[in-house]
Nanobody, 122 residues
Framework: VQLQASGGGLVQAGGSLKLSCAASGPTFSDYAMGWFRQAPENEREFVATISRDGGSTYYTNSVKGRYTISRDNAKNMMYLHMNSLKPEDTALYYC????????????????WGQGTQVTVSS
């Protein structure tokens, strides 16, 4: 599976962005998907994950109620809708695919996209 994240940009605090992750290959629905982020000088951290069929999701506490993860298996696409953005959300956002079901652990993800930069100004 090859993944390509897009949709990042510069936005003011309180604004919104929608990230997309395009997957190549016929087996997209075999993978749970996730979003991670990495701010400068910080470790990469879990943001959200979605099950293979899209029926289950899980978020890190800091984004609950503000972010929504979704997927469209027919289009091999995953999304992250981000609302009420804060300066501390500024990071490089990565999409990733895992053979496991709904995992938050970075090392359990098998494939990674290249990252898309999200910058939130105060």
């Amino acid at each position: 599976v090859q993944l390509q994240a897009s949709g990042g940009g510069l936005v003011q605090a309180g604004g919104s962005l929608k990230l997309s992750c395009a997957a190549s290959g016929p087996t997209f629905s075999d993978y749970a998907m996730g979003w991670f982020r990495q701010a400068p000088e910080n470790e990469r951290e879990f943001v959200a994950t979605i099950s293979r069929d899209g029926g289950s999701t899980y978020y890190t506490n800091s984004v609950k109620g503000r972010y929504t993860i979704s997927r469209d298996n027919a289009k091999n696409m995953m999304y992250l809708h981000m609302n009420s953005l804060k300066p501390e959300d500024t990071a490089l956002y990565y999409c990733a695919a895992s053979r496991l079901a709904l995992t938050t652990i970075l090392r359990t993800y098998d494939y990674w996209g290249q990252g898309t930069q999200v910058t939130v100004s105060s």
